[in-house]
């Protein structure tokens, strides 16, 4: 076992973190900390939380079953071809003149949420993500009915029901 880094080096430990999720399949908080622990770095959870979340990453369901921390290594999305693979995961698109609510495929929901959060659509307020299901809140003074049709144009589902 390697000595103990300077845990206070933030980019050596999100570095490592990186390469870790990349290399293995790593299901949990508690195993990556095994995992960075083996590199010499001793992380609280907490720590280990919070560079989960900076780094961007997120839960992935695998074909087999379970899931598994994975990173978005680009900001999606950049170009057409890029929303149209995104819209594949979009289920449905519904509102409720308060909110509206896009259902995705299991796992799905966190990467087209960021996605719509980094597109700042000027009718969006904000996104809430769980595992397949995305609430979205409209601006105020938009109605969800207008958000909807935007979201549908975006991920090219105009004709989602």
Same mark, same amino acid.
């Given at each position: ?7 206070? +080096?933030? /980019? ?12 293995? /399949? ?5 195993? #990556?900390? &095994? ?6 770095? +001793?992380?609280? &959870? $907490?720590? #280990? @939380?919070?560079?989960? /979340? &900076? ?6 369901? #695998? ?10 290594? $680009? ?7 890029? =929303? =149209? ?5 979009? #289920? @449905? ?41 995305? %609430? ?6 938009? @109605? $969800? ?5 935007? =979201?549908?144009? %975006? %991920?090219?589902?105009? +004709?989602?029901?």
């Amino acid at each position: 076992m390697s000595p103990l880094r300077n845990n206070g +080096d933030k /980019a050596a430990r999100q570095e490592a973190i990186r390469r870790i999720i990349r290399a293995h /399949a790593v299901s949990t908080q508690e195993e #990556l900390g &095994q995992w960075l622990s083996r590199e010499g770095f +001793d992380v609280t &959870q $907490a720590t #280990l @939380s919070r560079d989960l /979340a &900076q780094l961007g990453a997120m839960r992935v369901s #695998l074909p087999e079953g379970g899931t598994v921390y994975g990173l978005e290594d $680009a900001r999606p999305p950049a170009g057409e071809s890029r =929303l =149209l693979e995104l819209g594949e995961m979009i #289920l @449905s698109v519904e509102d409720n003149e308060m909110m509206v609510v896009i259902r995705t495929r299991p796992g799905s929901a966190p990467l087209v949420a960021s996605a719509i959060d980094h597109a700042r659509l000027l009718e969006c307020l904000g996104t809430l993500a769980g595992d397949d299901t995305i %609430f979205v809140a409209p601006t105020r003074g938009r @109605s $969800a009915r207008t958000l909807n049709r935007k =979201l549908k144009a %975006f %991920f090219g589902k105009e +004709d989602t029901p």
